[in-house]
């Protein structure tokens, strides 16, 4: 079983007595555990992964799992700058009153909040660095924390041109206008596309692979949107009975898929570039 079988059980504690690849990870290899006192577990690992990049990780879930009837989150067994080690979710297929039990429980997280956005340490998104430092305001920091710093890296990376990158530049600029009415900060999950998203056979749905920190609440769910879930108009449902959306909030999903449309463009490609250049003129 190698190496990943011996450093889990350096910090576990408990015999590996079978390991197996967890398929679907495209920036960490994942495998699961079965440990002689019953439990199974995962334990990720990543060659050369940035000091902080587990432990990051780590806090996000911890974090978001503080918050009484939350989202679900794996417990962290372990985390160490070469690996993570979480509880192992055994995973079924969504239902609709599991889609709706989802959305009121992300709400709970949302509206648990936080002092101000951002977070208390930069983190990563993906295998990008995650600025956080904290502003005022969430325009302020959506645009100097999110928008511009991937705008800039996808523009380093040939992935947006010069008259995309306008587009988008655009929207920063008008950025107060387009906000809609002010929130305070949401406990939010960061990169929430159905791939973290997990359903199990019992009804529960757990999050995973955060990138968490302080933000605006309609982001998480521009996210799901962006990318597709099962389930997600029940999941809305759900989420407008626990913690309804201020007026006008269909109006700016556009504007919270800036975000993840260019992170997407600095780590696959210029596709994504084009894509965030046609939603930013759709906000003009």
């Known amino acids: 079983m190698g190496t990943i079988a011996n450093r889990a059980e350096q910090l576990l504690g408990a ?80 239902s609709p009153e599991a889609a709706e039990a989802f959305g009121r429980r992300l709400a709970r997280t949302h509206a648990a909040g936080a002092e101000q956005f951002g977070a208390p340490a930069d983190g990563f998104i993906g295998t990008l660095p995650l600025p956080n430092r904290a502003a005022p305001t969430w325009p302020e920091f959506y645009a100097t924390r999110r928008i511009l710093p991937y705008l800039k890296l996808a523009r380093d990376r040939g992935a947006v041109g010069a008259s995309e990158a306008a587009d988008v530049e655009a929207v920063v600029g008008r950025i107060t206008e387009l906000a809609g009415p002010e929130e305070p900060p949401a406990r939010l999950h960061g990169d929430l596309w159905s791939g973290n998203v997990l359903w199990d056979h019992e009804g529960r749905t757990w999050l995973v692979d955060p990138a968490a920190y302080a933000g605006h609440r309609e982001t998480d769910l521009a996210m799901l949107s962006l990318f597709g879930l099962p389930q997600l108009q029940r999941v809305l449902e759900g989420y407008h009975d626990a913690f309804p959306l201020a007026d006008g909030w269909e109006d700016r999903v556009g504007l919270h898929q800036l975000f993840p449309l260019l992170v997407h463009a600095c780590l696959f490609g210029g596709g994504y570039g084009s894509r965030a250049a046609a939603v930013a003129r759709d906000l003009r």
């Open 15 to 94: 015999a590996v007595v079978a390991t197996t690849p967890v398929a679907g990870g495209d920036i960490c290899t994942a495998t699961r555990l079965r440990l002689s006192d019953g439990r199974s577990a995962v334990v990720k690992t990543r060659p050369s992964s940035p000091e902080d990049f587990f432990p990051s990780e780590a806090r996000g879930l911890t974090w978001l799992g503080e918050v009484e009837g939350g989202v679900d989150v794996p417990q962290v067994l372990a985390a160490e700058p070469d690996c993570l080690i979480l509880s192992w979710v055994e995973t079924g297929r969504p």
